[in-house]
């Protein structure tokens, strides 16, 4: 059984940082991508982040880019989102998300994805 568990949501005025963790299991790691997507109130889902478990690669959306980094620590089976000079347009519900056999220019589609959390929700204001 697949399980991916977010944490490290919470509340940050503008310019602070944030690191989400997503720990996973159940996954058969080396065909896997691991991605970040966010969901606003009244908007929908879009990409932030991915990263291709075998190899390393990374892909962001551009309004993350230099700000945001997806990485993942293979020995705890835990991808990280590490996001510096938050705005408040980074407010929204985290999720993380596993999935199969994915190829670069899917990566930033959810509907790609076999496997989601629960989210954790990121609050930037002052």
């Known amino acids: 059984q697949v399980q991916l568990v977010e944490s490290g949501g919470g509340l940050a005025q503008p310019g602070d940082s944030l690191r989400l963790s997503c720990a996973a299991s159940?996954?058969?790691?080396?065909?896997?991508?691991m991605g970040w997507f966010r969901q606003a109130p009244g908007k929908e889902r879009e990409f932030v982040a991915a990263l291709k478990w075998s190899g390393g690669s990374t892909r962001y959306a551009d309004s993350v880019r230099f700000r945001f980094t997806i990485s993942k620590n293979s020995a705890k089976n835990t991808v990280y989102l590490q996001m510096n000079n938050l705005e408040p347009e980074d407010t929204a519900t985290y999720y993380c998300?596993?999935?199969?056999?994915?190829?670069?220019?899917?990566?930033?589609?959810?509907?790609?994805?076999?496997?989601w959390g629960q989210g954790t929700q990121v609050t930037v204001s002052s």
């Open positions: 159940g996954l058969t790691f080396n065909s896997i991508a």
């Open positions: 998300a596993a999935g199969k056999n994915l190829i670069w220019s899917s990566l930033a589609t959810p509907r790609q994805y076999d496997y």
